[in-house]
């Protein structure tokens, strides 16, 4: 994928003369990586290339900027909610399952150094599989349609959060359906204006989340032992059970390698940039998620797991608290809703142009891809409409961890090529499918009906992509 990144002139006026302007600004934060195309044969006047290449301090904005977009935000609720007390170490679980991932990620990325990334990656190692590459292009586009559903359902949670109808699961799916419709029709409209203000709200985002940690730690009126004392001790399969279904808060470092072909020294700078931001990334939360334990009653947060930080921090830091927190969710969030339509819709767009999705999608006007953004859309307020945080939570964590699995395969098969440990490959590849297994067994031992609908959704993308292949096959025979 070819990271996309727009910007305005050198020494050119930047003004914000209304929301739709305001809007363009900043629906570059979620990753700025995920502003991506396959095709680098796109016209100039739409893909525009940075003036200077990318160092370890941009590839790192990109990584947080898909990491921190919204994650934290959605599953400290429900990690309190499962494990109470012991939610911060399953948080140092998941970011040592998200470095398992990273590994094979690194790899592949400065082996291949192609910015399409997951569906390059297993498409140039399968050459002869057209099911292969199928059936990852489809769980990817999936997977982002998933946290694409994610952060609209976080993003309305959070916008309501101060109403009398906070609690209304119907209204919060509205906002959440409006949300998506009003970023759609943004990107269906302009791809203009997308500036290179990502770094500096990305960080702003990050410096916003530290106020608000070291605020809450500030406040706390418990302590750990006593927690631990009053809430018990969770059995360490009840953390990596949380830790694996948490995972997808860690999606977003795969963006850095979307920029290889913009980036300083690929060899050098993808492994530096990936690991600092993944480390990054587990601080921020592990520091989040021990400031609200410490200062927001369990009862709260449990409560209301949809906007837990903002009610919480409502009643211990006053309005100004509550305020801080949502600013931070909606920058948050909404910087990744626009960001995963923007580079999902076009990856969705050149998959179809490869014939494994319906042709259609891979039309263009203007070179934006409009049927992939309005499918992608409608796909993602279905998931809203058909499931609940939970479900769409798991739904992504399991679909990444299955991807970062298959790629763990991938390089597996060339590690001597990729110059891979065969050791730390077969750890990467046993902890992720343990990963795996332990979302299904929870779901199918706690949630049966869940799973049943979580195994649907599967079953009909890998349905989809062995008939798209298979269609692919007897064309390339014919």
Known sequence: MIR?????????????????????????????????????????????????????????????????????????????????VFTPVAILFGGLLAAMAAYSYIK????????????????????????????????????????????????ASYAISGFYFADNEWVRKLVAGTVIAVFTLNNIWSVKGMGRVEDIMVYT???????????????????????????????????????SITFVAYEGFQLIINAVNEMENPDEN??????????????????????????????DIIKNKEYALASGADKVLGHWGSELVIAGALLATSS??????????????????DGYFPSVLAKRTNHIPVYAIITMACLSFCL???GSLKVILEFGSITFLLVSLLMAYANYKIRDRSDSSAIITIFSLLGLLVGTILIVYYEISTQIQQMIFIGGIYALLTLGSWLYSRGKLIQNDS
């Open 4 to 84: 996309m990144v727009l910007t305005w002139p050198v020494g050119s006026s930047t003004r914000v003369n209304d929301i739709s302007d305001f809007i363009r600004h900043v629906i570059h934060i979620r990753g700025l990586g995920k502003l991506m195309v396959f095709n680098n044969n796109i016209n100039n006047s739409v893909h525009r290339r940075r003036n200077k290449a990318l160092g370890v301090p941009e590839l790192i904005a990109i990584a947080l900027g898909g990491m921190v977009g919204g994650g934290i935000f959605t599953i400290l609720g429900i990690s309190v909610s499962m494990i109470g």
């Open 108 to 155: 592949l990325g400065m082996y291949y150094k192609d910015e399409g990334a997951s569906y390059s990656f297993y498409k140039k190692t399968f050459p002869r599989s057209p099911f292969a590459a199928s059936l990852i292009g489809w769980w990817v586009i999936f997977g982002y349609i998933s946290t694409l559903a994610l952060y609209s359902y976080t993003f």
């Open 205 to 243: 985002k990050l410096v916003i989340l530290v106020v608000i940690s070291f605020v809450l730690i500030n406040n706390s009126h418990t302590t750990i032992p006593v927690l631990v004392q009053n809430y018990g001790e969770p059995t360490i399969f009840s953390i990596l059970v949380v830790a």
């Open 270 to 299: 993808i492994p530096k940039a990936i690991y600092s931001a993944i480390l990054i990334a587990v601080v921020i939360y592990f520091v989040i998620s021990l400031g609200a334990i410490l200062a927001i009653p369990f009862e």
């Open 336 to 353: 990744a809703i626009s960001g995963t339509v923007f580079g999902a819709s076009r990856q969705m767009a050149v998959i179809a142009k």
């Open 384 to 386: 809203i409409l058909t």
